[in-house]
């Protein structure tokens, strides 16, 4: 997959695509990225790039020109892929869109700064308009970088390990459970005996069941959405159940 990122500071978005995953997807040709300066597509002594906005107010703007002659001059007029400007008002970025990207042979990334764009950009040249969260950022960067690394995942071959992405939280809808790694006891605090028993099938259970408790407990809203199996549903009812009488007992003393 080719991704394109037009944007004022390139040198804000290369390295971390020099990091783990990314870099070795670009290594193994899954991946390529072409990071565009827009301001080198300025045509003025001075490579403006932004203005201040027409009726007043303060801040500047990303002027349309060198934007259309980046995007159009790597791209062709039309572009032939989805052009993503990274926005706050865009469709707020998930698993799914990022399922749906990866889909695509190509993308262009817009990232603004100041203000944000020229409006005749978003009208003429942006095909699809993203956000990745609501919370104020200083531009599209960091958010061109997460889609980016999100939908890299997603590309055959990326992850070693081919259940790695289904594994994902996001991927199955539920968080994930606690991991723990050597030593068995630190500090006096001791990993779960289960973890060390070797028995597979109860391992598997106890994940299964941390998994519904988290998700439960801290994302309700994902516990509607997933999709469960019968099997799933059980262990939930039981979790529900065990915190009813939880709260009962709690009442109880009150
Ligand atoms: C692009 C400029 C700065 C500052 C309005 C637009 C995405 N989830 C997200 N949060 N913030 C952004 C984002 C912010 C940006 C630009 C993306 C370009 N800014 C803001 C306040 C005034 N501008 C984003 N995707």
Redesign the pocket.
């Given at each position: 997959m080719r991704f394109d990122v037009f944007t004022l500071f390139p040198q804000a978005v290369s390295p971390y695509l020099q990091t783990s995953i990314l870099e070795r997807a670009q290594q193994h040709g899954l991946l390529e990225v072409y990071i565009h300066d827009i301001r080198t597509w300025t045509s003025d002594r001075h490579h403006v790039t932004d203005d201040t906005p027409y009726g007043g107010g303060g801040g500047m703007v990303m002027k349309p020109e060198p934007v259309f002659a980046a995007v159009e001059g790597i791209l062709g007029s039309p572009p032939s892929c989805p052009v993503i400007l990274?926005?706050?008002q865009?469709r707020v970025f998930n698993q799914a869109i990022a399922t749906e990207l990866s889909a695509h042979q190509h993308v262009a990334l817009l990232?603004?700064?100041?203000?944000?764009i020229d409006e005749r950009i978003r009208e003429h040249l942006v095909t699809m308009e993203?956000?990745?969260?609501d919370?104020?950022?200083?531009?599209?960067e960091l958010?061109a970088l997460v889609l980016i690394d999100a939908v890299t995942r997603l590309l055959p071959g990326v992850l070693g390990d081919p259940t790695g992405a289904v594994d994902d939280s996001h991927a199955s809808g539920l968080l994930e459970y606690p991991h723990y790694t050597r030593p068995p006891e630190y500090r006096g605090w001791k990993v779960p005996d289960v973890l060390l028993s070797g028995n597979h099938a109860e391992i598997e259970r106890w994940r299964k069941q941390q998994s519904l408790l988290r998700t439960y407990q801290r994302r309700p809203d994902l516990i509607d959405k997933a999709v469960l199996s019968p099997e799933e549903r059980k262990v939930l009812a039981i979790l529900k159940t065990e915190e009813f009488n939880q709260r009962r007992e709690n009442d109880d003393r009150y």
């Open positions: 990274l926005t706050p865009g990232c603004g700064r100041y203000e944000g993203i956000s990745i969260g919370y104020v950022l200083t531009g599209g958010p």
